[in-house]
DNA sequence: CTGTTAGCGCTTTCAC
DNA sequence: GTGAAAGCGCTAACAG
C-alpha cells in the first residue's frame, strides 16, 4: 500500500494565467499588499485555493535578497542554562549562515524592568525578529507591544510575559512542571510520611511561584502524609541557599524530600549532605554538569528540565515562520518537560 | 554587550573569481564531482575555507528544480504508535510541499525479511532517500546496503540495523529505556520487596530483548529486594497479553511491579484490574490514547516514550541533510527517552 | 579539464 | 491598479 502527499507544483505563473492577472498582482495578493482592487483579490484568492498554491520557499527566501536579522536579548551573568541556550545557538551557526540568518545575542539585566525594555526599544527597527528573556512587568510588556506594532516578531523565551501581545512563548509550562516535581516527591518518598522543604530564588520570580504553586497543589491533594515547610529563597545563589537550607534542616528532623525550584543547586547539595542521617528525596530543576553529577551520585534524584537546545532552535524556527508568514509546527515547538534522572540523562 | 554569530554573504562568484575558475568549477568542487585538476580543487578548496564560504541552500535548491522524493517504510497492520507516526508525516505536509518534497508512505510487512527486502528494493532508484522501520535480519541488511550503494540515502526508524551501512538510525537506546523502566518500578516501589513481572511482545524482536536486558541490569544491580519473574510473551497482542499475565498473577500473590516492554496493554491492564489486591507499579511504553487514560485513572504510574512526532520530523529533516549534504544537527535530532507520568502528559 | 549560459520561482522596482 | 522585466545564487547542460 502507498499514499503520497504533496502532489503539487503549481507556480506562481500558473496561478496568473488562470486568474487572468501578472505575476505581481498575484505576489501582491499572496502577502496581503494593498494596491489590487477588491474583485481582483477575490479572483487571485479563488486560483490560489482552488489549487492550494504554496510558494517554493527557497525561491522566496532567494528573491528578496536582504538577509533576516534575528536578536536573542539574554541575561547578564553566569546562569548556566543560559549559557547552554547561548551555545546551542552557536552550533546553528552554519545552518543559520547557509539561510543567511544571521542572529545576535544581546546580554542584559533582565531583572531590571527598565533595562530590559531599554535594551529592546533600541532593537527595534534593525531586527525582523526578537526573541526575549522576559521579566513580567508593564514597562517590558509596553516595550514588546511596541516592537510587535513595528513589524518586528516577538517570542518570549524561557519567562514568558502573556499580557504582552508576543507572537509566541518558547518555553515550559512551569506549573506543570511544579506538579510534576511534586508528584515525583512524594511517589519517591513512598509511604514514609515526614516534612519536604522547598528552596526557591525568589518567590517574586513568575516562574518559580508558578512552579511553587504547582508543587503545592500536588502535594496537598496527593501526599496527605507529607506537610510542605514554608519556602526558603536562596536568591539562586549558592551560599545563601546553603545556609538557609542547613538552618532549616537543623529545626526539622524529618525532612523526606526537597524541591530545588531554581539554581543555588551546589548550596542545596551541600546542606543535605552536611546534614548527613538518612536519604533525602532531592528533585529540582535543569541538566547542567552540576546537576548531572548529582544525579549520577544518587544525591539527586530526578531533574524537571527543559532542553534548552529544543528552545534555541525552536525559538529561531518560530520567528524564521513567523517572517515567512509560514504556519508554526505547534507540536515541533511545544517545550516538553523532561523528567530526567540517571538512567536516561541526555 | 552584543555577539554576532554568520557575518559572512559571499556568493559562488566571489569564490570563483578569489580562485581564478569559473563557477561551474567551483561548483564540481563543492559537490566532488570529477573533472578537475587536483591542483585546481585545492585551489579551489582554498578559497572556500579562507572565506568560510556556505552556498546558499534556498539557491541551490531553487536551481536543481526537480523535486526531491523519499519514502517511508512502515510496518501494515495497527500499530497505534506507528500510525502517530504517519499522521505526524501527514501534518508535514505544508511543511512538506513548500519546499517541493514529496514522502511517500509504503507499508508492508516488517516481520517478514524477504517481503520487508522485497520492498526495499523495489524502491531502488525512484527515491532520494528512504526511511525504514527495520527488522534486523541478514536479507534487509543487504537490501539496505544495496539501496545505499545506489546513492539513496537511508535512515532505519524506531528499530535499527546497526550492522547495514545505513546512515542514520533515527530512534531510541532501547537498553537506556530498559533500563529508565528498571529504575523507575524499582523507586516507585519504594521499601516493599516482592516480585516484579515483565510482559513483552517477543524476545526475538531486537528492541523488546534490548528493553528486558536494560531492565534486568538495573533490577540485579540496585534492588535486591526484587525478584524479576521469567518473562511473559504476549504477542503484543490484548487477549494473549491479559491471558498470560492473569495466569502468573493467580499464581504468585506478592507481585509488586510490571514492566510492559511493548503494546498489548489493553489486555495487561486488564488482568491488572481483574486480580484487584493491592496497587502494582507499572510501567510501560508510548503515549498512546490508551495508556494517557490509564496514566490519569493512576492504572498506569509511568510511560517511557519516544515521541512519534519528533521521530517522523527528525527522519524527514535527516534525509533531507543527507541528500543536500548539510551536516546534521546531532543534538536536534537525537530522539530522547522521555519519562511521562500524568503530570507531564504531553 | 574548464568555461558559458540558460533558467529555477519568486520579489521588487519601475512603467503604464 | 496592474504589468513587464531584471535579478537573487546556484545547477546543469552544453561547448570548447
Redesign the pocket.
Known sequence: MAETLTPT?????DI?REA?????????V??NRP???P???RRVKAAIERNS????V???E?????ARRFAFVMPSGSNPFMQQIEAYLGEMSAWLSAR?LSVETVTTDVFDPSVLAGTLEALSGDCDGVAVVALDHPSVRAAINDLVDAGTKVVTLVSDVPSARRHHYVGIDNIAAGRTAGALVGRLVGQKSGKVAIVAGSQGLRDHAERIFGFNQVMASEFPGLSVLPVLEGRDEDDRSEQVLARLLGRHADVVGLYNVGAGTQGVAKALSDAGEGKVVFVGHDVTVLTRRLLLQGVMDAAISQNPGHEARAAVRVLLALARGEPILREQEKIRIDIVMRDNLP
Do not use: E, I, M
Not at 498554491?53 to 517554493?56: A, D, K, L
Not at 532567494?62 to 536582504?66: C, E, K, N, S
Open positions: 507544483a503549481l507556480t506562481l505563473k496568473a487572468g492577472v501578472s505575476l505581481a498582482t498575484v505576489d501582491r499572496l502577502h494596491g489590487v482592487r474583485d481582483t483579490v498554491f504554496q510558494p517554493h527557497a525561491a522566496a532567494l528573491a528578496r535578497g536582504r543567511r
